[in-house]
């Protein structure tokens, strides 16, 4: 597969570094870096954030930690909703989240009154503007499960750091309403984040079967294609989603990994900067593609730039050495 790709001196080594490795990650299939921290010595506050129907959100949201004596904190959330500030110290704080267009402002007080060692969890759902009128679009994925098999779904949610955990609720879950959609994409989710991908392929297909119009088990379905290899496959899979999820910064990521590894470059550039442009720094492996993509047009400057700045943001990746070593080659030849 690399050899159709390879076009130039030095170039195998480059993509072969770059390029086949593909991690498990995605937008609701975990991974992401650790939530950012605050950096205030002490405690820490912790929590997860959702939509108010248990849905879990599949973009970052900003969450802000306000304290009248030290100003605010900035944190994201991570690809399942978590956030977390350490090193608290004791006071009173707001936990605010108020820049989500979609989502009525949220705040709740939160004390630290022990200092290091406590650690307040929040379990927050934010409430959709006008949600009577608007919360349909999610609660209709919803409207014919049983309350006991939506409460197992909530708590698979909860415990989504977990993936075992999860999956034991979402199978009681799933034993509840055999036809719950959500719930089966959300134990494929869980089970390629544990790297079993037969398993991981046959939740995501229950669940497209169940709902073929929807985009997230879709989108979920495309990301494990990539991961699995599949790549013409997963090209259609995702491309299709994107036309309803056009903000899952991991939808496109993945759909420029794919497109590059088959030597589409210029339309795996594309992809690959609009995840830059929606993930940010959490959009890292896109620097490293773009970098690959780059050196192979010959240019150089470019391509060490992107090469620099993934090092910059993952500079513990697995790959960093190899990258690191790529870049001295590189700058003497």
């Not at 991961?227 to 299709?240: D, I, N, S, Y």
């Amino acid at each position: 597969m690399l050899n159709r790709i390879v076009v130039g001196p030095g170039l195998s080594f480059v993509l072969f570094l770059l390029l086949v490795v593909v991690r498990v990650s995605a937008q609701s299939i975990a991974g992401g870096p650790i939530p950012g921290n605050a950096g205030l010595g002490g405690g820490g506050i912790s929590g997860m954030v959702t939509a108010s129907t248990g849905l879990r959100l599949s973009r970052h949201i900003t969450v802000r930690l306000r304290s009248t004596d030290r100003g605010d904190r900035v944190t994201t959330t991570d690809d399942k909703g978590n956030f977390a500030f350490t090193g608290v110290p004791r006071g009173d704080y707001v936990v605010i989240i108020d820049k989500e267009q979609e989502f009525e402002p949220y705040s709740e007080n939160v004390s630290i009154r022990m200092g290091a060692g406590e650690s307040p969890y929040l379990n927050i759902r934010l409430r959709l503007k006008g949600e009577a009128k608007s919360a349909g679009v999610f609660n209709a994925e919803l409207a014919n499960v049983p309350a006991r098999a939506v409460a197992f779904y909530n708590k698979a949610q909860e415990q989504a750091a977990n993936p075992k955990a999860a999956i034991e609720q979402l199978q009681k879950a799933i034993a509840e309403y055999s036809n719950f959609m959500l719930a089966y994409n959300e134990l494929g989710v869980q089970y390629l984040r544990l790297g079993d991908l037969n398993k991981a392929d046959e939740s995501l297909s229950k669940a497209m079967k169940l709902a073929p119009d929807s985009a997230t088990p879709l989108l979920n379905h495309g990301i494990l294609l990539t991961v699995m290899g599949k790549l013409p496959l997963a090209v259609t899979e995702l491309q299709t989603a994107l036309k309803q999820k056009d903000q899952s910064a991991n939808g496109h990521l993945y759909l420029g990994e794919a497109l590059a590894i088959l030597g589409h470059f210029a339309e795996a550039e594309t992809q690959l900067t609009r995840a830059i442009e929606l993930g940010g720094e959490e959009a890292k492996d896109a620097h490293r593609f773009l970098g690959g993509i780059y050196l192979q047009r010959g240019e150089r400057e470019k391509a060490l730039a992107e090469f620099e700045t993934y090092l910059k943001l993952a500079p513990k990746a697995k790959d960093a050495d190899n990258i690191r070593e790529m870049i001295r080659r590189s700058k003497n030849p």
